[in-house]
């Protein structure tokens, strides 16, 4: 199964362990050389996103992300794991589980929609 993984601050991180975070590196090698990493990257910043929508036929565009957030999604990751379990053990090792919060979602193949 393939899952995406938000990469998300946590703005009340007054709980975050990031000094025993694991290295991203680390994390991405293992992944990588496993073969379950299969893309990912960080984001631009939320001012530079638009959000879009079609209402009455005609294209809205607003500045920024719509939804008004002390959580920014910073990136994502897409992964291969056996089930969800596998999927969070893998998100527990990502450096951000342990400063800001990884969600972790099922990928639905389009022919299964």
């Known amino acids: 199964m393939q899952f995406l993984m938000f990469v998300v601050t ?11 975070a ?3 590196e680390q994390w991405w ?6 073969g379950q990493w299969l893309a990912g990257d960080p984001l631009r910043p939320a ?8 209402r009455g036929g005609e294209v809205l565009v607003t500045d920024g992300p719509y939804l008004e957030s002390t959580e920014a999604i910073v990136g ?5 794991a ?3 379990d596998e999927a969070i053990r893998i998100a527990a090792g990502h450096p951000m589980a342990w400063g800001g919060r990884i969600e972790v979602r099922p990928i639905q193949p389009i022919d299964e929609a």
């Open 10 to 20: 946590d703005p009340d991180h007054t709980a975050a362990d990031v000094e025993s």
């Open 22 to 24: 694991p290295d991203v």
């Open 29 to 34: 090698t293992q992944l990588n050389d496993a």
């Open 47 to 54: 001012p530079e996103a638009r959000s879009v929508r079609v």
């Open 76 to 80: 994502f990751d897409v992964i291969k």
């Open 82 to 84: 056996a089930d969800i």
